[in-house]
């Protein structure tokens, strides 16, 4: 399997959001870039959330729908009771919040060793997935 890039919510949320264009252009360079983009169905979820209530300017639901149907062509990881437990020790681990442990969970069992992800520091490595912040300075 070759490597691939599980790709958190906030690059997919900043992608289609129009109040920060800066950030938008480079969340949207970053899924380009992405090798072998990874997600899972709480990915999946917390952009149906974030995009129709959450931002400024809120997605129509049925375009969120739309982007939920274009991920769900991705590579993605389901979520069960193993997946879960493995996060919790991860979490446990590198004092992680459990749904980031969660994310990194999933990635591990996806095969990525990159993380796209603002939420965890930028070049941390957790057990074999390296977290990287696509909205740092000086990614492009």
């Not at 090798?35 to 959330?49: C, D, H, K, R």
């Not at 969120?64 to 879960?84: F, N, Q, S, T």
């Not at 991860?90 to 796209?116: F, I, N, P, Y």
């Amino acid at each position: 399997m070759s490597a691939s890039t599980f790709i958190d919510t906030s690059v997919f949320v900043y992608a289609v959001d129009v109040a920060d264009p800066g950030k938008q252009k480079r969340a949207q360079d970053a899924l380009a870039r992405a090798t072998g983009p990874t997600v899972s169905p709480q990915v999946m979820s917390e952009f149906f959330v974030v995009t129709t209530r959450k931002l400024a300017t809120p997605l129509p639901p049925e375009e969120a729908e739309e982007m939920i149907e274009a991920m769900a062509l991705l590579r993605c990881v389901p979520i069960d009771a193993d997946l879960v437990r493995a996060a919790v020790g991860l979490g446990r681990r590198h004092r992680l919040s459990h749904w980031d442990a969660l994310m990194v969970a999933a990635a591990q069992r996806g095969g990525c060793e990159t993380l796209l992800t603002e939420d965890l520091a930028d070049g941390a490595v957790y057990d074999s997935v390296r977290a990287c912040n696509p909205f740092k300075p000086g990614q492009d």
